[in-house]
């Protein structure tokens, strides 16, 4: 199943809490930062729509910076980013570094196509374009050197003796290792086509005596492949070369059994992973340094253990790192320790004040299918006579679907500066068009309610518009009263007349 924009979503929240963000493009920018580099001559070359096809063509491996002007990260990174492009234009050959404006009109359409979903976006462009993919390295020159230096190089190394070992092999790292009888073949050239896709995830090596790897065995049969990682039982085999097959023994094997969420950088990395996956997602969440920690982590191990069949990861997360995912599942601090499940299509069961003996139990009602899902709503408003009306979580799907009625629906934040500044253009286009009887303009906050799945929600805000036959268009016209009421009165009319096409065609039959 493909990753859902709420999980991508939620991993920007994440990169907040983990390490340098990338800020949403609809949130506006936090000013600060360093500025670029001094004037002069860049190194960095400034792409845009009309010039990047020909600059992919022309370099066969770039690395391409999708940003926005008024992006602190950005402006952070950017001193950074030139700084590497002139150490790395002197490499043999030149590694080339270049940026496009991404919140720039023009160059909107390219930010789609290469799925930038925040900022600044890194993109690896290998062999002319053909192969992209996502920079996942340093923000600093002196990382970002090194990460691309290596990047360039072969994605697997061959380890020729037992220092090659100590060269390559971290132990604080996932690295893995083809060990074969010769270095051709089906068995080879499969294992180098995965390690050239994942090259930019985990470390690979390859080699014809097991007995220099760590826990090697020279008796061992060959072929096979080799995982190491610093969690779990560290070392994991696989004699299986089919490409798909490896790829599912690789991500399968390079993330704990559970994944814990705190402060830990090290842990980093597999948080990443685990909101990145499709599949359900356990996650216990509780205080690790007061309370009976070591009952509930031995109790939620067990229960990873004993489900390790079914399609669902786990995580235990201490609360004091984990406030970004609070905040995303608007969860309490009051419910803790709790446990919430988060099906991939937003879905979310919860039970708050768990005991560590009653997790196994709770997660075998999730499997059969007696829980019921959690949603998270205001109170409906016993009054709401105000020109915008206020729609909640257990009421919006009567009045946005089944109200009969236009209805044009805002999701904000409180704390959003631009839906502050939408709020009376809002209002001022709900009295404009109050002789309207089938046009309602809503609201909701999406930070205290859980927005239908219908809707996919970016950033802030979020405006949809919903016909009387549930047709829903996203709104992309102007931010003034008048396009708003344009916007209304344009799709209104379409939903008309496609309500009365539809009766003529009954009428005729």
Known sequence: MAISRVWISLLLALAVVLSAPAARAEDGGAEGGEEAAAAGTEAVLTLDADNIDDAVAKHPFMVVEFYAPWCGHCKKLAPEYEKAAQELSKHDPPIVLAKVDANDDKNKPLATKYEVQGFPTLKIFRNQGKN???YKGPREAEGIVEY????????????????????????????????????SGTEFTNFMEVAEKLRSDYDFGHTLHANHLPRGDA????????????????????KDFDVTALEKFIDASSTPKVVTFDKNPDNHPYLLKFFQSSSVKAMLFLNF??????????????????????EIKFLIGDIEASQGAFKYFKLKEDQVPLILIQESDSKKFLKSHVEPDQI??????????????????????EVN???VKVVVADNVHDVVFKSGKNVLVEFYAPWCGHCKKLAPILDEAAKTLQSDDDVIIAKMDATENDPPSEFEIQGYPTMYFVTPSGKTVSYDGGRTADDIVEFIRKNKETAGLATEKAGSATTDE
């Open 289 to 310: 340094s007061t309370g009976p920690f070591d009952s509930f982590n031995s109790a939620y191990y067990g229960a990873a253990e004993e489900f390790k069949d079914k």
């Open 385 to 387: 006579n105000e020109p």
């Open 360 to 381: 196994v139990s709770w997660l075998k009602e999730y499997f059969d299918g007696k829980l019921s899902p959690f949603r998270k709503s205001e109170p409906i408003p």
């Open 219 to 238: 008796a061992v049969e060959k072929p096979f492949v080799r995982l190491f990682k610093p969690f779990d039982e560290l070392v994991v085999d696989s």
């Open 132 to 134: 992209i993919q996502e």
């Open 148 to 183: 691309l230096k290596k990047q360039l190089g072969p994605a697997s190394k061959e380890i020729k003796s037992t220092e090659d070992v100590s060269t390559f092999i971290d132990d604080k790292k996932i690295y893995i290792v083809g060990i074969f009888t010769e270095l």
